[in-house]
């Protein structure tokens, strides 16, 4: 049975380097056969390439890359190159110093030279077998960078040089003794994956191979790519970046530093890179994201007012449309209109905008067109997804910090109301349905403007109508056959405009019989809404939905 590294260094001795060399045999006249007399310290042979012997108490064992030998002390070692190949051995070898803490009856904790216990040591061969001890680091990669980096450091004279030399040394001889200590338990590949995530973590800065992470685990690079995207959803190189990017924000909110320590600070190399990487997970780059952080952009935002509104920020323009007009429930009378409609309108000199945000609708509006005025935000979240929305509006304008606040505000207020519907509504039904002259709308249950608030957030029961024709639809046409099926007790109901010849048009369907004799009509439960306040995704808008339900409702 081989000793463990732990009945030569237990827990009470603090240990740390004395000297660092490297070894290659590979060099002009380098001796192919090197002794090491009997030694008072510690020491570890780190093999980084070829192969050879090691030779201890007349006991022979192979060496070869990728090996880490420990020689307590007092043994004396010769190592021998493989001769007559290629591979000539190349090799660290690393002497500690062992220093006993002990504490003394004041309390204080002293150090003593351990002399009296290294003549112990050369005594001890543990049940008499060859007492060297190998052991394992990896990923391989990141056990050979910090001792090259303390190798070139070791002749520092400044002792903050100095102290980082040791302090360099005493995290990669921590996560030496862990990866080898026997009385670990092998964990499962989850366990073992939460590991390397939790190592992305600590370790972002670093150079991050998905081979290392692979081998740290003792996966194949197939494997752990599969079992990484199914825990996070991510490939492992973009979460690392992502982890770099997020860290890269924080510096950018508390920091004055410029965008190349940034940079390096978080693991790219390269200035340029990095801007690259953080406008494409950003939306806009390192400088104005700082910027907005510090003080608050004038932004135009069409169709997403409602969110930059929810989380204090007022935009500089608002959009309007020559149909429907404007989001008059959002306040903003004091701010001036754009009509989106005009698609040749442009911005005069007192309303540029410092930042543009855009959702889908921009296409139809051709409003990427001012791309060259302004930097711009384009959203691509689904619009029943308004609380991804609302996080990436605070990301960019710098209001992080409020959007658990307007998120729990909602969920609050939607509880509430839930609680209060539940008394007056058991047992009935609800449609929602958008009247143009040309069409008949009918909302689904699970999607769309309406059908999340009305039939998930606030727990109303849809009518069987609406789950049979629009359930994986945000929206379907109906024409007055289908109409006169829709039997809801509750109707809300909400006009739109756009297509109509002059004012009022789309309200001709009121006079029609097949409309009088739907039952929500005759028990009048029909609630006509605002069409702009119900037309809308934003969490203002939502939570005005809600008001307007428990108005006729509640």
Same mark, same amino acid.
């Given at each position: ?284 780059? #390192?400088?104005? /994201?700082?910027? *907005?952080?510090?003080? &608050?952009? +004038? ?6 007012? $409602? ?67 302004? #930097?711009?935000? /384009?959203?691509? *979240?689904?619009?029943? &997804?308004? +609380? ?6 605070? $990301? ?159």
């Amino acid at each position: 049975m081989w000793p463990t590294i732990k009945q030569w260094i237990p827990k009470p001795w603090l240990c740390s380097l004395r000297h660092i060399e490297y070894v290659d045999c590979n060099k002009p006249n380098a001796a192919k056969r090197l002794a090491y007399p009997m030694s008072d310290s510690q020491s570890l042979f780190v093999v980084t390439y070829g192969k050879g012997s090691m030779v201890c108490s007349d006991r022979e064992i192979r060496i070869e890359k990728g090996m880490i030998i420990f020689v307590p002390v007092g043994k004396s070692i010769v190592i021998e190159d493989s001769t007559g190949t290629e591979n000539e051995l190349q090799f660290y070898k690393l002497d500690l110093t062992v220093a006993e803490v002990k504490e003394d009856t004041s309390n204080r904790m002293n150090m003593r030279d351990t002399t009296e216990h290294h003549r112990f040591l050369k005594g001890i061969d543990i049940q008499g077998s060859l007492s060297l001890i190998e052991l394992n680091y990896s990923p391989w990669s990141s056990c050979l960078e910090p001792l090259a980096q303390i190798l070139r450091q070791q002749t520092a004279r400044d002792w903050l040089e100095q102290w980082e030399v040791q302090l360099r040394f005493q995290e990669w001889f921590r996560i030496l003794l862990r990866q080898s200590d026997p009385e670990t338990e092998e964990p499962n590949d989850r366990v073992r994956l939460q590991r390397s995530i939790r190592y992305i973590h600590e370790h972002y800065n670093q150079a991050i191979t998905v081979d290392d992470l692979a081998a740290d685990i003792r996966l194949t690079r197939a494997s752990y790519t599969r079992q990484f995207k199914e825990s996070t959803g991510k490939l492992p190189l973009d979460y690392v970046n992502a982890v770099r990017l997020e860290r890269s924000k924080q510096l950018l909110q508390l920091t004055d530093d410029r965008l190349h320590d940034i940079a390096q600070n978080v693991g790219f190399n390269n200035e340029y890179y990095f801007g690259r990487r953080f406008k494409q997970y950003a939306g806009i780059s #390192p400088g104005l /994201y700082r910027r *907005h952080h510090r003080q &608050d952009a +004038r932004v135009f935002a069409p169709y997403l007012e $409602d969110f930059v509104l929810a989380l204090g920020v007022r935009p500089m323009l608002q959009y309007s449309h020559r149909s429907w007009g404007r989001q008059h429930y959002l306040g903003l009378e004091d701010v001036p209109e754009f009509d989106v409609t005009q698609l040749d309108a442009g911005f005069n000199e007192t309303n540029v905008p410092e930042f543009i945000m855009l959702n889908g609708g921009h296409e139809r509006w051709n409003l990427e067109r001012f791309e060259q005025v302004a #930097p711009t935000f /384009y959203v691509d *979240h689904q619009g029943e &997804d308004w +609380r991804s929305i609302l996080k990436s509006t605070a $990301d960019v304008l710098g209001k992080a910090s409020r959007v658990q606040d307007v998120i729990g505000d909602y969920e609050e207020k939607a509880q509430e109301a839930k609680h209060r519907l539940a008394r007056n509504m058991r047992g009935k039904t609800v449609a929602f349905l958008r009247i143009s002259t040309s069409e008949i709308t009918l909302y689904g249950n699970q999607y769309g403007y309406v059908g999340p608030v009305l039939y998930q957030n606030l727990g109303l029961t849809p009518h069987f109508r609406v789950q049979q024709w629009a359930n994986q639809s945000r929206r379907v046409g109906i024409g007055l056959e289908q109409l006169c099926q829709l039997e809801a007790d509750h109707f809300f109901i909400t006009f739109d405009n756009m297509d109509s010849a002059y004012p009022g048009e789309e309200r001709k369907i009121l006079e029609r019989e097949e409309w009088k004799r739907l039952p929500a009509v005759k028990s009048g439960h029909v609630y006509e809404v605002d069409f702009m306040t119900w037309m809308n995704y934003g969490v203002i808008s939502h939570g005005k939905k809600i008001d307007d339900i428990l108005r006729f409702m509640a």
